[in-house]
């Protein structure tokens, strides 16, 4: 038996190349670089989990607009594994975007982007985007009411970008409103576009992993120097470097287990988040949260003034890419110890106190859009009954009071709109007799 086992193996092995797809596994790490260089792997474990239970997923989800809701409440209540597969999915989700934070913040306290791994940060700050775009693309799949609201707010807050406002708010809706057409483009982004792209980087993170080979933990006193750096590197490893496989995987193998148990766990045990009302833009009884790790930038976009949210919502996130982008441009020689970089902690732990903070804000803030409008009393209405009254309560249930309201232009009927106009019109001059109430009138 063994040696049929040997035969098979070396047949497949020599036709296909088994052990030379594997060697890089094999690559010569430093042997010091322990429990912090695990992150990076846990958030490539992340994404597989990703994939695996996406596509699962993807076989009984329907994107179409009339059906989509029901297919994810079918799939949570009746099919086999459906409500432990979208647990996993949303579990998963949650554990990648944690690991590569912890990742980025390990590779950034590290000094791992100076030379020669420039290409390895800045490939990872892609990696961070794309990451982050599949939260929330994917959150719209759910399309239920607070996954819809998110985008009519994402897309009317998008579209008072100065310039190209108008033309962001028609891609991210795929048209002049919500419907079909927005979640047959956030399915094909989610399931297509991000996914392939993000197949490629990963190829391409990894690739450039393995042409610098694994930084060795940082010494403080030891600076690096572009000119000598390379030699150093190599004489580190021919005296003391271990092959990752089987020698430094271990760490590895164990946090990977740990991540994969945690969310199966969390999946079987607390499932998916509930499903919320079906989508129906008339109604306003929703609260279009996001999922909790774009809440702290949703919570900043609601405590900022109303007049600069449209630059901030665009801007900031292009501002802080760049930023990002050019960290080892601007820094890619000297110390890489921590304690020689003060500085670089202090980044850290400010980002951590900043959206842990807009975090907690987040859970209780009021929202853009604010859908509370005060009511209006009858004094200020001036009818009990007919158009204008009929206006007036419109007003107030669409919350024309209330802050950054979205734009409702499709989704009232034309009735409504007369009766919104009536209203409108009554407040610049007096009561027409046949806008009042019959008991005004007499
Ligand atoms: C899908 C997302 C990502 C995956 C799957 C991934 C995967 C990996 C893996 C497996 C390593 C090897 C060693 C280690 O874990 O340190 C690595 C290294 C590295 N990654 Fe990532 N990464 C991702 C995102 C990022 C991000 C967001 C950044 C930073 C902005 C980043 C920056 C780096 C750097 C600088 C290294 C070299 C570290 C060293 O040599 O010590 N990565 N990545």
Redesign the pocket.
């Known amino acids: 038996m063994k040696q049929l086992f040997k035969t098979v193996w070396l047949w497949l092995d020599d036709r296909i190349g088994i052990s030379v797809l594997l060697a890089p596994m094999k690559h010569i790490a430093p042997q010091d670089?322990k429990w912090w260089?695990?992150?990076?792997?846990a958030?490539?474990i992340a994404?597989v989990v990703q994939v695996a239970s996406g596509v699962a997923l993807a076989f009984s989800f329907i994107p179409s607009s009339s059906q989509a809701y029901e297919t994810l409440v079918f799939i949570t209540n009746t099919a086999p594994f459906g409500r432990f597969l979208r647990g996993l999915h949303y579990y998963g989700a949650s554990a990648?975007v944690l690991m590569?934070g912890a990742?980025?913040a390990?590779?950034?306290l590290?000094g791992?982007?100076k030379f020669p791994?420039e290409m390895?940060?800045t490939?990872?700050?892609c990696?961070?985007g794309?990451?982050l775009a599949m939260g929330f693309t994917g959150q719209l799949l759910r399309w239920d009411s607070t996954a819809a609201w998110s985008v009519v707010v994402a897309a009317e807050q998008a579209g008072r970008v100065p310039l190209v406002g108008d033309w962001l708010a028609r891609f991210i809706l795929g048209g002049n409103t919500i419907g079909g057409a927005t979640l047959s483009r956030f399915f094909a982004i989610h399931v297509f576009v991000l996914p392939g792209i993000?197949f490629g980087?990963?190829g391409l993170?990894?690739w450039?992993?393995l042409r610098?080979?694994?930084?060795e933990p940082p010494t403080a006193g030891k600076p690096v120097n572009p000119e000598t750096y390379r030699k150093e590197y190599d004489e580190l490893l021919k005296k003391s470097g271990r092959p990752f496989w089987p020698d430094l995987a271990w760490r590895d193998v164990i946090v990977c287990t740990a991540l994969i148990l945690t969310i199966s766990l969390l999946a079987h045990f607390i499932g998916p988040p509930p499903l919320d009302n079906p989508p129906d833009p008339s109604v306003l009884a929703a609260d279009p949260r996001p999922d909790w790790y774009l809440l702290w930038y949703f919570a900043l976009l609601a405590l900022i003034p109303v007049r600069i949210e449209g630059y901030v919502m665009i801007l900031m996130p292009v501002l802080l890419g760049m930023l990002?982008l050019i960290i080892p441009v601007l820094n890619h020689k000297g110390e890489r110890a921590a304690s020689r970089r003060p500085w670089a902690i202090a980044v850290v732990c400010l980002s951590v106190i900043m959206i842990g903070s807009l975090w907690i804000e987040g859970q209780q803030s009021p929202w853009s859009p604010n859908f509370q409008a005060l009511p209006l009393s009858d004094k200020v209405v001036g009818a009990t009954s007919g158009p204008v009254f009929q206006g007036a309560q419109l007003f107030h249930d669409k919350a024309c009071g209330g802050n950054n309201m979205p734009a409702f232009g499709s989704s009232l009927k034309p009735q409504e709109l007369d009766a919104l106009v009536a209203f409108l019109e009554s407040r610049k001059r007096p009561l027409r007799p046949q806008d009042q109430s019959p008991t005004a009138r007499n």
């Open positions: 670089a260089y695990v992150f990076g792997t958030t490539l994404f990648m590569i990742h980025m390990q590779t950034f590290f791992s982007y791994r390895t940060w490939t990872g700050v990696l961070l794309f990451t993000m980087f990963i993170h990894l450039l992993v610098h080979g694994i930084s990002l």
